[in-house]
């Protein structure tokens, strides 16, 4: 199973509600990450879980809130959002400590703040 | 991790090779040149990763200078379906997990 699912597809939320999004695979990979993809522009990484621990948090603001419950499954709990952070979120899993793997890529979720 | 530079978009007719220029000047030892295309609202689909010596798999070869300042992704027979915005990435790899910095991109149109 070479695959990363994300759910849910797509989300509309408004600017008070609380929701998560989900990322699984079932690769073996012990390091996760969190993309924000705006409108024609290249995906920005916003976090990384290595070993089930958070390695790197690109000065995400606390409104975004990564979890790692196991080495499968990571979330993004999301809470008082802005219309601006609307954008494509994308969930990637790799091997950590060796460059000989790559990245795997979900198909995203894609969210709109209301 | 290294910054990439590419050129923003390129046209390739269907049927030839269509040649993708990265340059990487400040890539660092242990960093991978990683490509990735990105197929419109889809997630990054992975392409072909190298150190210094040439790569090639199904899909493309990579062809990495002796001093690894640049490199060059080759789609052998361009189709329209490798109509794409394609991205070089610069970068390690150590237990923290793999820092990738997605520049612009290229985007390449495959004209029939």
């Known amino acids: 199973d070479t695959e990363v699912t994300q759910t849910p ?3 509309v939320m408004g600017m008070t509600n609380k929701k998560s999004l989900k990322c699984e695979q079932h690769m073996g990979h012990r390091a996760m990450y969190w993309y924000k993809q705006k409108a024609k522009k290249p995906p920005e990484l916003m976090f990384v879980y290595s070993y089930e621990k958070l390695s790197i948090n690109e000065s995400v603001p606390s409104r975004f809130s990564p979890e790692c419950p ?3 499954l990571l979330n993004l709990h999301l809470h008082a959002l ?3 952070d609307s954008a494509l979120y994308l969930c990637a899993s790799s091997h950590p400590g060796t460059s000989t793997y790559e990245q795997f890529f ?6 709109t703040v209301l | 991790d ?5 050129p923003p978009s390129m046209d390739c007719a269907e049927g030839r090779a269509a040649n993708l220029p990265c340059n990487h000047s400040t890539i660092s030892g242990n960093e991978y040149v990683y ?3 990105q197929i419109h609202s889809q997630g990054p689909q992975y392409i072909i990763h190298g150190l210094k010596n040439n790569e090639t798999n199904e899909m493309a070869s990579l062809i990495i200078t002796e001093d690894r300042k640049s490199s060059t992704l080759i789609l052998p027979h361009a189709t329209l379906r490798d109509t794409a915005v394609y991205y070089c990435i610069a970068a390690g790899n150590d237990n923290y997990g793999q820092n990738f910095v997605f520049g612009p991109g290229t985007r390449l149109s495959v004209l029939p």
């Open chain 1, 70 to 72: 196991n080495s499968s």
């Open chain 2, 2 to 6: 290294a910054k990439t530079t590419q």
């Open chain 1, 106 to 111: 979900g198909p995203g979720t894609r969210l």
């Open chain 1, 9 to 11: 597809k797509h989300l």
């Open chain 1, 82 to 84: 802005q219309p601006e």
């Open chain 2, 35 to 37: 490509w990735y295309r």
